[in-house]
């Protein structure tokens, strides 16, 4: 049985994305939020091998000094060791249904529906994929979502570009589109879209997975879409922009988050380049969706 580190970060709220920023580029290979009093706990974990107590000692250190440059309170950082039977469930014990936009409820699978509920319920276990519902780019994702599909969002088909877990699919199903065709490099990310899909009981006729990107949508598909869906990471985005037309119509939308506020200006100027108009720009903390749309 393998061994991992979880590391804990007890931060101000505004420090909450750099914490997320600073355990991806380390290599998490999980993370959870959750409030805590009037401060945030990240966990992260990371295979036991991955780091040592010097190692550990430094992360503390960066943490430190991200908390002095944007001059906020110093995060308390702990850590633990805990066998990988132990890691698989306790990340769970730690996240609980979440109310996002006006309409969605995420709930995680193992627990039962809240009573009462009068939300769109989406059924979600992400595995290893990214996309729980507790990251800001995900929960902007899917309030544009909620602003972007009507009740006339029946005959709609989407573009799930990064898919992830698969929230953003199910949550476009959810909310009336006909069908989600979803792709991601990561074939752990495309079983995970296929288990939450079954979880949320949508056919595999109205939501599609398969491991790929933007060019498998271009070969694949026999008409454009409504709608592309893009939350990964601006410098990705940035690739993709040109080759976007190929699998749009003249009035396509879009909604494209993963992106710094710092490097929306360069992602809306490449997207203007290229034929598409940013209609609105919604942020939170420091991370920002744009809705856009053909010119």
Known sequence: MNSWWEIQVLCHPDLEDTVFWRFETLGSQGTSS????????????????????????AVALLMRQDALCAELPIPQVTWKLIDEEDWSKSWKDHWHPQEIGDRFLINPAWLPVPENCDRLVLQLDPGAAFGTGTHATTQLCLESLEMRLSDDAGQMTVADIGCGSGILSIGALLLGAKRAYAVDLDNLAVQATISNRDLNHISSDRLMAQQGSLNTLIETLTEPVDGILCNILAEVILDLIPQLSKISKPETWGILSGILLDQSKLVADTLEQHGWVVATLWRRQEWCCLNVRRS
């Open 34 to 57: 959750q409030r805590k009093a009037a401060h945030r706990l990240v966990q992260a974990y990371f295979p036991q091998d991955r780091f040592e107590l010097l190692d550990l000692a």
